[in-house]
């Protein structure tokens, strides 16, 4: 075990630390005792990307949503983002350029394609323009460490993504956001990234309405557990990790990726479904095991 390297320069870890562990791959542990419902982290998103469906009711900068319906001050330009106030709206526009308008007015008018797709390639384009317009600093090697299951897609997977995928590939290189090396096979790893490792952004007050998707590769970090003791809470911008029993020194971190009400045989198929991994968890190994013995 060793504590992971590529996180040191990111601070703000005071009562827990990454590590790569074998078998699992890197997870975040207990530095000391932490007590129940304790902030062990607060991060923001590196992307953000709202719904079509909601881009006139959520602020495209700081996420606040209109009280009852739409707000009225956008981009001229595309009609794709939105905004609280004047002040959000020149902070954002002053780098909202032209090749970023374009791509994302030609995405949204783009036809015969699945709404959960058109939302991950309006991620995929907005994580490579804040890599373009942060080319200064590190935070892309968070997204680059994060795992992509796209060498494990089966052909039918790849057909459905076949639109988009010729889409953001001609768009992408056009606008030379991509480096030298980089293929469309690397926007298609980051397409998978995003199904893997995305959070919804939600409504305020409103857990039951996803309205966005956004990056928090730092929140990435904590694996998943059936009996999990940590929750993520999004606010605005805002995403606080807050523990929800007492962890131990050296234990785990965890959080849920699925609904774990659901049993547990359907649990563990939604899992290596959408995140390509068998749960071994404690709870799922007892309950697999009780059903056996039934
Ligand atoms: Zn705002
Ligand atoms: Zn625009
Ligand atoms: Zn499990």
Same mark, same amino acid.
């Given at each position: 075990?060793?504590?992971?390297?590529?996180?040191?320069?990111?601070?703000?870890?005071?009562?827990?630390?990454?590590?790569?562990?074998?078998?699992?791959?890197?997870?975040?542990?207990?530095?000391?005792?932490?007590?129940?419902?304790?902030?062990?982290?607060?991060?923001?998103?590196?992307?953000?990307?709202?719904?079509?469906?909601? $881009?006139?009711?959520?602020?495209?900068?700081?996420?606040?949503?209109?009280?009852?319906?739409?707000?009225?001050? =956008?981009?001229?330009?595309?009609?794709?983002?939105?905004?609280?106030?004047?002040?959000?709206?020149?902070?954002?526009?002053?780098?909202?350029?032209?090749?970023?308008?374009?791509?994302?007015?030609?995405?949204?008018?783009?036809? $015969?394609?699945?709404?959960?797709? $058109?939302?991950?390639?309006?991620?995929?384009?907005?994580?490579?323009?804040?890599?373009?317009?942060?080319?200064?600093?590190?935070?892309?090697?968070?997204?680059?460490?994060?795992?992509?299951?796209?060498?494990?897609?089966?052909?039918?997977?790849?057909?459905?993504?076949?639109?988009?995928?010729?889409?953001?590939?001609?768009?992408?290189?056009?606008?030379?956001?991509?480096?030298?090396?980089?293929?469309?096979?690397?926007?298609?790893?980051?397409?998978?990234?995003?199904?893997?490792?995305?959070?919804?952004?939600?409504?305020?007050?409103?857990?039951?309405?996803?309205?966005?998707?956004?990056?928090?590769?730092?929140?990435?970090?904590?694996? =998943?557990?059936?009996?999990?003791?940590?929750?993520?809470?999004? $606010?605005?911008?805002?995403?606080?990790?807050?523990?929800?029993?007492?962890?131990?020194?050296?234990?785990?971190?965890?959080?849920?990726?699925?609904?774990?009400?659901?049993?547990?045989?359907?649990?563990?198929?939604?899992?290596?479904?959408?995140?390509?991994?068998?749960?071994?968890?404690?709870?799922?190994?007892?309950?697999?095991?009780?059903?056996?013995?039934?």
């Amino acid at each position: 075990m060793t504590t992971d390297v590529s996180l040191s320069c990111f601070d703000g870890f005071s009562l827990i630390y990454s590590k790569s562990t074998q078998g699992k791959g890197r997870e975040y542990v207990a530095k000391q005792i932490i007590d129940p419902g304790t902030t062990v982290l607060k991060v923001t998103p590196y992307a953000t990307a709202i719904f079509d469906s909601f $881009k006139k009711r959520l602020c495209a900068r700081c996420l606040c949503a209109h009280p009852t319906k739409s707000f009225s001050t =956008h981009c001229l330009g595309c009609d794709q983002v939105y905004f609280c106030s004047i002040d959000c709206a020149n902070k954002y526009l002053k780098w909202h350029d032209p090749g970023c308008c374009d791509v994302l007015r030609k995405l949204a008018s783009l036809k $015969k394609v699945d709404r959960h797709m $058109k939302s991950v390639a309006k991620l995929v384009v907005m994580i490579y323009w804040q890599r373009q317009k942060n080319n200064e600093d590190n935070s892309y090697t968070l997204v680059q460490h994060l795992e992509s299951h796209y060498d494990d897609w089966d052909q039918d997977i790849k057909r459905d993504w076949h639109r988009i995928h010729t889409f953001l590939w001609k768009h992408i290189s056009a606008l030379g956001w991509l480096l030298p090396h980089e293929t469309d096979a690397d926007i298609m790893h980051l397409v998978s990234k995003i199904e893997s490792n995305g959070f919804g952004i939600y409504l305020e007050n409103r857990l039951d309405v996803v309205a966005g998707r956004a990056l928090y590769p730092l929140a990435s970090l904590f694996n =998943h557990d059936c009996a999990y003791n940590c929750q993520p809470r999004g $606010k605005f911008r805002e995403m606080t990790i807050r523990t929800l029993s007492t962890i131990q020194k050296e234990d785990p971190l965890t959080i849920a990726y699925t609904d774990t009400d659901l049993p547990v045989m359907n649990r563990r198929q939604k899992l290596l479904q959408d995140y390509y991994f068998t749960c071994q968890c404690n709870r799922c190994l007892l309950e697999s095991a009780s059903k056996k013995r039934k």
